[in-house]
């Protein structure tokens, strides 16, 4: 197996899978590599070769600009190790998984419309299934090329039960397929869990949770985490959902089923494409815009935590940085492209 040294650290880990990339050889073995999307589109895990041989999965990886490209840099989460190999890259305490991540098979035990384009998938494995609140798995269906980043809806167990809230994306290889062709029974690979933006327990903060679209999967998961929690009592919960028509509306059925919703939780939606027919009378736009107004100046004493499109993530966090200064360090997601 080849192995992987750290350039100026004795931090030496192994490529224990041929299919392993070195990003998640690492941290399956509980080595500190920087990342975020893991699917080569934010870059955080960018690295130089020093010695030995590497395959790109995917050289021209939207993450790599030709600046990079240039300067010989690489993406720990498109590359692996073809022998031994030394290379240049950050390793730090803070990205050190407190649940190594696995790959394992898990199947499918139930499929569950939510809305006319979103399907709550019920996955078994023989494993726990021990994450975080807000964290995700990399699923890999049988002849699929690469596997595709979806986040867990419930928390982590030791049943070996993952669900996710799963949105069809036309053309998209994998939700396609999922769809399509994936029942009871069918199994597919399952490695996880990954994620920076889950539910930080420590912080005194109330929090806000922000989706779109299935965006809601995660954040579902951050919200079932803190009303279940006895020790995260004194903490409200602000969700807020944008839907784009009011039948794409979800996940306010499962908030009231938690724990103390009704006092200390509050459910908000905006709609952005209301139609005539619709006869909708709440909130119409984009929903970082109905936080703001929600919200205002108290955004800056809350723990935030966004998923969705990625133009409603660009949004929703130029308006809390930029025009409530929260601080970063209070604003929570993971860049998916």
């Not at 982590?156 to 669900?163: F, L, M, P, Q, Y």
């Not at 939700?175 to 490695?191: K, T, V």
Request: proline share 7%.
């Amino acid at each position: 197996m080849p192995t992987v040294h750290l350039h100026n650290t004795d931090i030496r880990f192994e490529q224990s899978e041929a299919h392993d990339t070195l990003l998640r050889a690492g941290l399956s073995q509980g080595i500190g590599l920087p990342y975020e999307c893991n699917s080569g589109g934010c870059g955080s895990c960018k690295f130089e070769l020093l010695d030995g041989e590497i395959e790109e999965l995917w050289p021209d990886a939207p993450a790599l600009t030709p600046r990079d490209i240039r300067k010989g840099r690489k993406l720990a989460c498109q590359c692996r190790a073809l022998g031994d190999i030394t290379i240049r890259m950050p390793n730090d305490a803070q990205f050190v998984p407190l649940h190594r991540p696995r790959r394992q098979r898990a199947t499918l035990v139930a499929r569950r419309d939510v809305t006319a384009d979103i399907i709550e998938f019920r996955f078994h494995t023989d494993a726990p299934a021990h994450f975080l609140p807000g964290q995700y798995a990399m699923l890999t269906l049988n002849g699929a090329r690469t596997p595709r980043a979806y986040s867990m809806s419930n928390l982590g167990n030791d049943d070996g039960v993952w669900d996710f809230w799963i949105r069809r994306k036309p053309g998209g290889e994998v939700s396609e397929a999922l769809f399509a062709s994936l029942h009871p029974g069918d199994s597919l690979l399952l490695d996880g869990p990954y994620g920076l933006a889950h539910l930080q327990p420590a912080s005194p903060r109330d929090v806000l949770c922000i989706a779109g679209g299935s965006g809601i999967s995660p954040v579902l998961s951050i919200a079932r985490g803190l009303l279940s929690d006895p020790a995260l009592a004194e903490r409200r919960l602000h969700f807020f959902f944008g839907a784009r028509t009011p039948a794409d509306i979800c996940g306010l059925a499962e908030l009231q089923r938690l724990p103390g919703f009704n006092e200390r939780a509050g459910f908000h939606v905006a709609v952005s494409e209301p139609g005539a027919s619709d006869n909708w009378h709440g909130a119409t736009g984009f929903i970082h815009e109905l936080v703001s107004r929600t919200l205002g100046e108290k955004l800056a004493t809350l723990e935030c935590y966004l998923a969705g499109p990625p133009p409603m993530v660009q949004a929703t966090t130029r308006m809390l940085l930029l025009d409530h200064q929260v601080p970063q360090q209070q604003v929570h997601f993971d860049r998916f492209f």
